[in-house]
């Protein structure tokens, strides 16, 4: 089967490899339809992070179950699922409590090469989440909105549940890539009334509106802070979605909220070290992490993409072949995409 | 009248001094029953923190109105009230969100000069707790339970709502100074199932089982998070009330929560630096800081005191008269007493 393949920073190819295969009862094998790139992916793409040379990549993808183990009985070959980064058991004490991106009996190292032919996919009894039919019952447009359901509509989603969006919330966003359009999105879905998005591109701060961002601010720091205090009369907002991870991004959304706003994000924070007397001088609270995707999936994401109350699959502006998985990262690397798609089987 | 004033570390006086008087229309005029110490206080009087000399000190007391500015119109002369350390304008983005400890209106510098015969209150409309009748009508018992709501009760239990105990809940209490006994109060309050007390002082084991504590934990660092995992099964706790604020605390705290618990804390934190990155990968959450004292006082706290449900007043084990504040202070800074009151008038 074919799967792209990291070579060197800047550089993936695809290379035919062995097919993988069931290696545990609760595994899955999946025949994957369509995937995508992740903004984490550039990570190592732009030699950031380390990754080991001939590794295969990729980590969000919609397909149809092939083979499952002995132990798995909620899929079964034939079905269309969702295959999320995340691998919860669903019986451990963080599954339990709606935090299955940390399970506690994930695999070290975590389960990957979501951007080929096939994947292997652990804990798939109770990670995988099914869709109903099969993926010619859907248009394009749907299918792609099926693809964020595997990270990045559910990673927007964490920020808006840690960050405890409710009803009628003034919201801020940071960050105006796909997990930060997403969190637009989620922030809506959640019932904001308010959201200002922080954009200052002008096709994102379009599509932003689109999804519901009601106000958008363009500047950056201490401007950002005292445009937002402007828009909220001085009080700050009630929530704030960090989908940036940079320093100034993390430092500016402590100074957005009102007392007691809490700060919700999902990126990798690019630095460690924070000064946390800013959040305790001010009561405003630090929450999130890795995204629940399946609990976020089964309880409202899936259902609001079906029946058409969320459109997330607009992220994708641009669509690949997985013989083009060169030009759909150099997309994102050179921001010509919002978010790179990847076609790979009907 | 008669107020305590700090001279230098380890030393405060009782000193005549002029009578406060109204400065705002928004003020009140309290003749102070009783006041108490607050480990805070310690602060200065150990010499951590700058103060300017001869100041009055002291921020915890209940009392009697007796004068109320012309803005003034939920409490009169004669009433019986709580006067906390906060003095939210209720009706500030802050004090209508809940965070009336950060209201958007204080007075800068703050109020204080609690530990005296008579007291100036900002913000008295909304922010002083009226209690039925008259100070004859209450037990010592229950005084010293009232004068517990002016700060050092809302604070633990600030702690518990930071951390968001809900019924059912597995708590882990860091502190058991008279801050983290209040959080076991409120975690039990809210209907913690199981709480851990981490306390090696066998006084404050003690109370604190009374309290409500089921399981007490004597350890400290790794030995602590290696006994509370034990108690888990492994899991960790749904909540973390942090009630010391060293970084040692603040560490072990974030270690002993399941992914997804969240730390509340409301000590000021000693080293304001921290590595979030522990909290990021495990969706620890952070929150916490100066407690909403009128907003908890008035929801639950007054009622469940008036009602027998909680007994804070416990914490006092040592009771002063005014000229002997110094005693007062001694006694919590050599830890004779785990907090000290102090009776003004009746």
């Not at 954009?199 to 009601?214: I, M, P, V």
């Amino acid at each position: 089967m074919k799967a792209a393949v990291f070579i060197e920073p800047g550089t993936v190819e695809v290379h035919e490899m062995d097919m993988p295969t069931l290696q545990k009862p609760t595994d899955a094998l999946i025949r994957v339809v369509r995937a995508s790139v992740c903004g984490s992916d550039l990570w190592w793409f732009r030699g950031i992070a380390q990754r080991t040379s001939n590794s295969t990549v990729g980590h969000e993808a919609i397909g149809i179950v092939e083979e499952v183990g002995s132990e798995v009985s909620s899929v079964k070959p034939g079905d269309f699922v969702i295959a999320p980064f995340t691998h919860g058991c669903g019986h451990c004490a963080a599954c339990r409590a709606g935090f299955d991106g940390n399970c506690l009996n994930q695999e070290p190292g975590g389960n990957g090469g979501y951007q080929g032919e096939y994947l292997r996919f652990a804990h798939a009894d109770w990670a995988l989440v099914k869709i109903p039919g099969q993926p010619s019952d859907y248009s394009d447009d749907m299918l792609d909105s099926f693809v964020t359901l595997a990270d990045v509509m559910a990673t927007g989603y964490h920020a808006a549940v840690s960050a405890e969006v409710s009803a009628g919330s003034t919201v801020a966003v940071m960050g105006d890539g796909a997990v930060g359009l997403s969190g637009v999105i989620s922030a809506k879905l959640r019932g904001a009334t308010r959201i200002i998005a922080m954009s200052r591109h002008e096709d994102r701060q379009k599509l932003a509106r689109e999804f519901g961002a009601t106000d958008v601010v363009a500047e950056r720091g201490d401007e950002a802070v005292k445009k937002v205090m402007e828009l909220t009369e001085g009080a700050g907002v009630d929530a704030v979605l960090e989908c940036v991870g940079t320093e100034q991004s993390v430092d500016t959304a402590v100074q957005l909220g009102r007392p007691g706003a809490i700060v919700g994000r999902v990126c990798v924070p690019q630095k460690p070290e924070m000064n946390t007397n800013n959040l305790f001088w001010r009561n405003i609270g630090l929450r999130g992490g890795v995204a629940s995707v399946t609990t976020y999936d089964r309880q409202v994401l899936l259902e609001a993409v079906l029946d058409g109350t969320i459109q997330p699959g607009k992220v994708f502006t641009k669509h690949f072949d997985l013989d083009h998985i060169q030009d759909a990262y150099d997309a994102m690397d050179q921001r010509t995409a919002i978010k790179s798609l990847i076609e790979i089987s009907k």
